[in-house]
C-alpha cells in the first residue's frame, strides 16, 4: 500500500522556520517527481514546489516563497522535505506531499497542476502567528 505521510508542522512566529517532512512508503519513488502544494483556510490548493525525478532533480517553486523554501530528498529518495524560513502569516495552510507514478513525465506548466500527482499524504498545518 502506497503512503505518504507528511511531518513537521506546528506553529511558528512571522520570521520563524519549519522544515516539513514527507515519508513515502509501499514503493520506491526514486524515479517520481514529488512536490508540496498547500491550502489555506477557505481558499484552493496551490502549488508550491516541487523536485524533478530527472535530469538531476530540478526545482520549481512557486514565486510565493523563491528565496525563502528549499525542496530537497534524501539519497535513497524516499523522503521528501521542505525547509521554510522567513516564514509569514499568509504561509499559514495544509500543507501536502504529493508525487506521481513512477517515470511518467511531467513538464513545464503541467509541474503546477495537482491533477498530475497521482498519491498524496493527508496533510499537515501550518500556522505563522505572532
Known amino acids: 500500500q502506497v503512503q505518504l505521510v507528511e511531518s513537521g508542522g506546528g506553529l511558528v512566529q512571522p520570521g520563524g522556520s519549519l522544515r516539513l517532512s514527507c515519508a513515502a512508503s509501499?514503493?520506491?519513488?526514486?524515479?517520481?517527481?514529488m512536490g508540496w502544494f498547500r491550502q489555506a483556510p477557505g481558499k484552493e490548493r496551490e502549488f508550491v514546489a516541487v523536485?524533478?525525478?530527472?535530469?538531476?532533480?530540478?526545482?520549481v517553486y512557486t514565486d510565493s516563497v523563491k528565496g525563502r523554501f528549499t525542496i530537497s530528498r534524501d539519497n535513497a529518495g524516499n523522503t521528501l522535505y521542505l525547509q521554510m524560513n522567513n516564514l509569514r502569516p499568509e504561509d499559514t495552510a495544509v500543507y501536502y506531499c504529493?508525487?506521481?507514478?513512477?517515470?511518467?513525465?511531467?513538464?513545464?506548466?503541467?509541474?503546477?497542476?495537482?491533477?498530475?500527482?497521482?498519491?498524496w499524504g493527508q496533510g499537515t498545518q501550518v500556522t505563522v502567528s505572532s
Open positions: 523536485r524533478i525525478w530527472s535530469g538531476g532533480g530540478n526545482t
Open positions: 504529493a508525487a506521481t507514478v513512477p517515470l511518467k513525465a511531467v513538464l513545464g506548466t503541467d509541474l503546477l497542476n495537482q491533477d498530475e500527482y497521482d498519491y
Open positions: 509501499g514503493r520506491s519513488f526514486t524515479s517520481s517527481t
